[in-house]
């Protein structure tokens, strides 16, 4: 490691810790630090403790691990489709477990407790499953990834026009429902259900640590891979798997959250300098973590009575880092 | 000089209370000799008008009118956007001159929903884009609308009929909404039955809050629940709110700005309602079924920390089963009962409940 990737480390494993802290800090119901800590420690008032073990702990918690995961899979698929502009919300993969979601929501009618939520993540983690699928075959035939770009965009026209049609045929409460969870929240995984994010998220993060030498390897193409001994076909399908399962938990549980998929890999190799997964995965990791942070303080500012849509928040830092890596692309080494 | 004046504006007003009139604050009805003039305001633009109408008796013959929707009454075909709308025109007793409604599975009137089913009143689908050539067939002379923020009417305007717009649901005082009834019966010939409804719903709900006014406490009430991040809450100014302090509560979002639907933090309704008396609800659930305590803490684990669900003084209302939305429009006073016979039962003794039940 040299000392550039060390700066990268330390600097954002300590925005890390800054941000969660804050987050357990900063809400719209002003608590002393005293007072958060005691409650962290099971002490204190009652009523505080309350808001901060079940509201700000698991917020805190599902932010840093949704955008950990978003993050990851925006990378593993700007890799495995050698495209910079890839990622779960632009290929379509967010709408696939969006429809998924949709189906289970609209269709299958007000359920609700965990079993309803598992349930979602299921048909969210088919349904992207599918679209990764049609993507992969896709890939096959076409080769201009800006081609594929658009046909995954297609394909996401085609889920979103499916969701449409359910949405048009189911009772309003439903619907209502519905487009809430659309505008994305991290505040919807409760301490109960915290436990089973956790467990798909780490999971799923753990098998993509294990896939950062076949991923350098895939950076040099496919056919060099072969000749490297790295079985492509099988590194597919655990990218797929492992950006499947991702991408569906953090849909299933928050609503599709935009850009931090797309843009955070970008960060991460704009810090590093470097497109070798061995530092950039936990770099991009490390990274997706603190912007989801950052946003998901964003939402409940201190002083105001509502809460803004996470989605209203996102785009605001992904968009701009898109626009600036598209503009400096001749600059950047990595797309050359 | 001032005294007299201040005696002389203190009858007035008493007067106004008595006549029971000018309640609304975005309807406004003048007569005269040959018809009347009804000016309904725009509640989103201060100042601005939505529409302007004249009703002219059928058989009258009027030289000259003043500006505005000219439309003769009674009308005898009437389009409905809105399922509260129809139960207004129900209640006036004029059901049989709705010739088609929008969304009819939103209808809670048995013989509403009966005429529907036996093709008396057409559905002409969602309000929002509804079938138009279906609404031409029924040759409407009316088109009751709920306009919306900056929306238009749209297709309806092929017609040639005049489209009525009612922001009734706009109004922040409950027996205001009711006053809409006046400009239904004007328009459907049933001015008298609509004048006497109005009165008696003025003076049932004033009696109600005189008597809820007695009791020697208030209790606190939280109300709703989270949809996506935030908490649905009615607003300081609105009727709901005004409602609930009428029925002798204390809302805990009383001092909440606005006066519609609003949105709290799940943190804030922590800090003001996890020791809150009694918690009221509005759900939809499917045939009827009732929501439970295990439903509410399924939906979100948080519900469980607030005291109304450990004590068990969750209140639930199915707004699908029941006919919440109506009552609230046309009878305040009978969800004013309801409030009052949660909040102080000692208040309403063998009080029977319409709407609402308590959660097992």
């Given amino acids: 490691m040299n000392k550039r990737t060390h700066i990268c480390f330390a600097a954002l494993s300590a925005a890390l810790l800054v941000l969660f802290v804050l987050a357990l800090l900063l809400g719209p119901v002003a608590i002393p630090a005293g007072e958060v800590w005691a409650a962290l420690l099971g002490k204190g008032d009652p009523l505080w403790a309350t808001i901060v073990l079940q509201s700000r702990l698991p917020q805190a918690v599902t932010a840093l691990l949704a955008g950990a995961a978003l993050a990851v899979s925006g990378l593993l698929l700007q890799t495995l489709f050698s495209n910079p502009l890839a990622g779960p919300s632009i290929l379509g993969v967010s709408d696939g477990a969006n429809l998924g979601v949709a189906v289970v929501m609209l269709s299958v009618g007000a359920g609700a407790g965990l079993g309803f939520w598992l349930t979602t993540v299921l048909a969210a983690m088919a349904g992207s499953a599918v679209v990764l699928g049609l993507i992969v075959a896709f890939a096959r035939r076409v080769k201009s990834s800006t081609m594929l770009l658009i046909i995954g965009i297609m394909i996401g026209y085609i889920a979103s026009s499916l969701i449409s049609i359910l949405n048009f045929h189911a009772a309003a409460d439903q619907v209502h429902r519905y487009v809430m969870w659309g505008m994305g929240d991290f505040s919807s995984v409760t301490m109960d259900r915290l436990p089973y994010f956790c467990s798909f998220v780490l999971l799923a993060l753990a098998a993509s640590l294990l896939l950062v030498k076949p991923l350098d390897a895939l950076l040099l193409g496919e056919a060099y891979a072969a000749n490297l001994g790295v079985n492509v076909q099988r590194t597919r399908v655990w990218i797929m798997l492992c950006t499947g399962l991702m991408t569906a938990a953090v849909t299933a549980f928050c609503g599709p959250i935009s850009f931090i998929g797309l843009a955070v890999p970008h960060i991460a190799r704009l810090m590093l300098g470097s497109s070798n997964h061995h530092n950039l995965l936990p770099v991009t990791l490390l990274a997706g973590a603190c912007l989801a942070l950052l946003c998901s303080i964003l939402t409940c500012l201190p002083g105001t009575s509502s809460v803004l849509p996470l989605n209203a928040v996102t785009p605001l830092f992904g968009a701009p880092v898109i626009i600036y890596v598209i503009m400096n692309r001749r600059k950047i080494h990595y797309f050359n | ?360």
Avoid at chain 2, 78 to 105: F, L
Avoid at chain 2, 200 to 210: I, R
Avoid at chain 2, 232 to 248: F, H
Avoid at chain 2, 254 to 261: L, M, N
Wanted: with cysteine; aromatic share 10%.
């Fill in chain 2, 1 to 360: 000089m001032k005294k007299t004046l201040s005696v002389l504006l203190l009858l007035l007003s008493l007067n106004a209370f008595a006549d029971q009139t000018g309640r609304a604050r975005y309807l406004r009805i003048e007569k005269a000799e040959a018809y009347t003039v009804v000016t309904v305001l725009d509640p989103w633009k201060k100042g601005s008008e939505i529409g302007r109408y004249v009703l002219v008796p059928g058989k009258k013959q009027v030289e000259s009118l003043p500006k505005g929707q000219v439309i003769k009454v009674p009308v005898s075909r009437a389009v409905i956007y809105t399922s509260v709308h129809s139960a207004m025109v129900e209640a006036v007793g004029a059901e049989e001159r709705i010739a088609a409604v929008c969304e009819s599975e939103y209808l809670t009137s048995e013989n509403l929903k009966k005429a529907v089913r036996d093709g008396l009143i057409k559905d002409l689908g969602s309000a929002t884009t509804p079938n138009i050539e279906k609404m031409l067939l029924c040759r409407p002379d009316v088109i009751l609308a709920t306009p919306y923020e900056n929306n238009s009417s749209g297709n309806a305007s092929k017609t040639g009929a005049p489209i009525v717009q009612l922001p009734d649901y706009m109004e922040q005082d409950p027996l205001a909404r009711v006053e809409w009834l006046r400009f239904i019966g004007l328009l459907f010939g049933a001015e008298e039955r609509a004048e006497s409804l109005y009165r008696e719903v003025c003076s049932q709900y004033e009696s109600l809050k005189a008597l809820a006014a007695t009791a020697t406490r208030r209790p606190k009430v939280m109300t709703e629940r989270k949809w996506g991040s935030s908490w649905g809450v009615a607003a300081g100014g609105s009727y709901i709110a005004r409602m609930l302090a009428d029925a002798g509560a204390d809302y805990i979002f009383s001092d909440h700005p606005g006066s519609g639907s609003s949105y709290a933090s799940v943190e804030q309704v922590l800090e003001r309602g996890r020791d809150a008396d009694f918690w009221l609800l509005k759900y939809t659930m499917d045939g009827g079924r009732q929501m439970s305590r295990a439903d509410l803490a399924g939906d979100n684990p948080v519900y469980k920390v607030f005291a109304p669900y450990q004590k068990g003084t969750v209140w639930g209302c199915n707004t699908i089963s029941t006919p919440y939305y109506d009552l609230i429009a046309i009878h305040p006073e009978k969800v004013l009962a309801e409030f009052i016979a949660i909040f102080h039962p000692e208040l309403l003794p063998d009080y029977k409940f319409l709407l609402y039940h308590k959660l097992k």
